[in-house]
């Protein structure tokens, strides 16, 4: 198969395509014919280095998110068969013509793959960390970085709670943060002083999906670090907040987030499709915060 791969360490230029042994799949896995791969932040973290792991011995093919076709089901799975439409976590790299995955959903007709990638990661974030927040009906929810994959999904989650959510966002996407259900503001300097004029009572909770430094004016907000999660900002443990790293995959709580997706009861945002070549202007284009959506990739 053909893969895009890098055996260093470093910007988006060490990403090239290479031929790769195909996958097959192992006990509780499928292999998957690849229609779409998503570009996330620990795809970008993973190239450059900046995860803390050790320099790769052998060419990584990267890719969390995947969705395509079933091709071969290995030793106990049940309940899917080649042929089937699937999105889920990639096993071994989703960059690439073939993959594998254990934890998928089965994707409707009528969704394209190019969004059914679009869920994965950020569902299963945004699920998460809600869970952790304890998010109720009737209570005001602080969402930084609103417009993101998953601040979007976060914010319409907590919609259908029954939560008011405020979400933080930059000037040309305060109308898309309006239409997903949230009070929309901007981010930097006198923040705190916006946040308090739409919510007079103070906020009950808040997320941060940036790691832009806001969490000082979170702590303030909430007049200390109770229900505050971030999810990218290593200065968390200084401050006292709590962050959240570790991923929950749960195969049904995925099936729940692409079937809303199909029904329309949940938005995603898709800012570009590129061909697997262009990898690495993928990855330039997630870096530069400029992408809009979620930038995906198509063999």
Do not use: C
């Not at 966002?169 to 259900?181: K, M």
């Not at 909770?205 to 303030?220: F, K, M, Q």
Request: glycine share 14%; charged share 20%.
């Amino acid at each position: 198969m053909r893969a895009i791969v890098f055996e260093s360490h470093g910007g988006p230029e060490v990403l090239h395509l290479a031929d790769a042994p195909d996958p097959q799949a192992g006990p509780g896995q499928v292999r998957v014919r690849v229609e779409a791969a998503a570009v996330n932040g620990w795809d970008v973290k993973s190239r450059a280095g900046t995860t803390g792991g050790p320099p790769p011995t052998s060419p990584v093919v990267p890719g969390l998110e995947v969705a395509g076709v079933v091709d071969q089901v290995g030793d106990g799975v049940a309940g899917v068969a080649p042929g089937d439409r699937v999105v889920g976590f990639a096993v071994g790299g989703g960059y690439a013509e073939l993959t594998r995955t254990s934890v998928f959903a089965r994707v409707p007709a009528g969704l394209a793959a190019t969004d059914a990638v679009t869920l994965p990661v950020a569902a299963e974030t945004a699920t998460r960390v809600l869970r952790l927040l304890d998010v109720r009906p009737g209570e005001t929810l602080l969402v930084h970085g609103a417009s993101g994959s998953v601040g979007e999904l976060a914010v319409q989650l907590a919609v259908r709670r029954g939560a008011r959510v405020i979400g933080t966002a930059s000037p040309r996407n305060q109308e898309r943060v309006a239409a997903l259900g949230a009070t929309p503001t901007t981010y930097g300097a006198g923040l705190v002083e916006r946040v308090r004029a739409l919510a007079p009572d103070g906020v009950d909770a808040v997320l941060d999906t940036t790691g832009a430094g806001v969490l000082p004016d979170s702590i303030t907000l909430r007049g200390g670090t109770e229900r505050i999660v971030t999810i990218a900002d290593d200065a968390a443990a200084d401050l006292g907040v709590e962050a959240s790293w570790r991923s929950e995959r749960d195969a049904g709580e995925l099936a729940e987030a692409v079937d809303a997706l199909a029904r329309g009861d949940l938005v995603t945002t898709v800012g570009a499709v590129l061909p697997l070549a262009d990898a690495p202007r993928a990855h330039a284009l997630v870096e530069s915060g400029q992408a809009g959506g979620k930038v995906v990739l198509v063999p």
